[in-house]
């Protein structure tokens, strides 16, 4: 399993992309997926760790989400930058342009 | 313009119903991700940061209206309503979805149209002069040639496995708008002493993290050896070229540490070796090729508009956006894509089909895309001038700031790329609006900022005159700047400043030496030369003054 730059310290949150619409998602407490961070599971416990990569793995394999990795977080948020954009889109996109207009 | 033959629709429809079924077997499980991944990519279709992203080719940068009209709907249909024009004058679709792409590209193949050659380590679609068959310092129309190196590049079973991507640019004039010296081949139409009509062959360019200018692979290749010669080249590359390590796998690395005068020479044995009578194209297939790309019927005696009863706001735009064409009585006409508020290269859907419409009513049904991201009418008769800004202005397309502070070329950064470290379009965006007034824009005159959002260069920094790379540490964006680049016949890698700047220390210091410029220039001395004849050390002291 891809894990970036992914370091395995501090609070781990698994994330992925939808297989079919590509979207960002993050495994959450109850072990579904969900395209908000704000439901990610955030733990250190390394049971619970494990059995998150069980869940990708196997959701990988069941083709519901590809590029499953754990992401370390600092204060409930996703340490590295780019994990942090990815929680909230685009700062930036047309489409909300078009959608105002 | 080019149409498919017989042969060219069954393959891509061919190839569209293979993907269709790759789809289906990667949707029910039978194809891994790691098996379906290399499949998508030939087809064009990227996973990005948030989402699929598809790149739609556009061959040298040419399109008919109802190509576009057909782009308009897929932005519809199956993403959010707009497109982005890309650095190699392709169109980007940012939000599809996995299941809808077969459609998508059934749609593209029923207007002569795919994604092949937009991704992996192949031949990539051939870019070219925006201004092709049009320009007035053309020696020929350059399209057949990029049609010809399509047709044998695509399916060319020896180069579907390179070491890395590989990109071609063509022009037919010497004023460079193809940046052919920042590819891995440029290939410049010329004349030799004899007035035969040839090929200039440049090698080993390219930006990235390594940024280098090409060189002269052969000063004059007659038409008859073209594909040979890039056979041989090709070869080359394919044998010698790094296979170890993606960062030094381009060509331009291997020009590099194999020396010019060693790889010409690699190439010319290559190239003697090679019987021509398997693959040289001779005058009458050129010929056939060239039939699709005959000027259009131009009329004479087309009486010049009387500017002068003209609105300011009018003559402002000609000035700024309409170029001389060849043929008397025409113009060449540039519509910005480069809306401040919006991210560069990005046109909405109701624009796609204006534009369109434009083309069909002025411009014989055919447009351009530039690498420069913006849309070329090639052929506008000059008293209908008017009428395409009076279009322009209904579509919200009438920016006057081609070639000037505001026409700023930038990636999707971070904002939708995957690679990205940083954001780039916000930060063209807070350029665009610091020089928004026209008149000021005008007053510096000719300035090409160029923005990338990685070392990887799709921005084209490194050639920019203003070059910015946006660049992440412990979670805060910062921008470094380049200065004295240029992507032109006298193409030239911009020199670093130095440490970088947040956003707003960035946008206060490229205004500061842009005033610098205006204050210490020469006549009508453009930036460019303004640097080069002060050196670097006159204008990284004004980038790092306190404001």
Known sequence: MSTLKHKGKGPQAMTANELVSGLSVWMTTDLNWSRDYADALLTEDETVIEKM???????EQANTVVGA????????????????????????????????S | MYRYDEFDAEFVHSRVAQFRDQVVRRLDGRLSEAEFRPLRLMNGLYLQLHAYMLRVAVPYGTLRSDQLRMLAHLADKYDKGYGHVTTRQNMQFNWPVLSDVPEMLTDLASVDMHAIQTSGNCIRNVTCDPYAGAAADEIEDPRPMAELIRQWSMLHPEFAFLPRKFKIAVTASSQDRAMIKGHDIGIQVVRNEAGEVGYHIIVGGGLGRTPVIGQTLRAFLPKDDLLPYLEATMRVYNRFGRRDNKYKARIKILVRETGIEDFTRLVEDEFAALDPSDIAVGAAERARIATYFASPAFETGIKPLDMA????????????NVVAHAAPGYAIVNISLKDPERAPGDVTTEQMRAVADLADAHSFGELRFTHQQNIVLAHVRQDALRAVWDGLVAADLEDANINLIGDIICCPGMDFCALATARSIPVAQAIAERFEDHDRQQAIGEMQIKIS???????????????????????????????????????????????????????????????????????????????????TEAFKEVLYASA
């Open chain 2, 453 to 535: 959002g990685c070392i990887n260069a799709c921005g084209h920094h490194h050639v920019g005159h203003i070059g910015i790379l946006g660049l992440e540490k412990a979670g805060v964006e910062f921008y470094q700047v380049t200065l004295g680049g240029d992507a032109t016949q006298t193409a030239a890698i911009g020199d670093k400043m130095g440490a970088g700047f947040s956003q707003e220390e960035l946008v206060d210091g490229i205004e500061r030496i842009v005033d610098f410029y205006v204050g210490a220039r020469e006549h009508d001395e453009r930036f460019l030369d303004t640097y080069r004849r002060l050196g």
């Open chain 2, 309 to 320: 009863s003209q609105p300011e706001v009018f003559r402002k735009w000609v000035d700024t």
């Open chain 1, 53 to 59: 990569d069980e869940i990708a793995k196997a959701a």
């Open chain 1, 69 to 100: 990795y754990f992401i370390d977080t600092v204060d409930a948020k996703p340490a590295r930058y780019r994990e942090r954009f990815r929680t909230h889109g685009p700062s930036y996109d047309t489409a909300d342009l078009i959608s105002e």
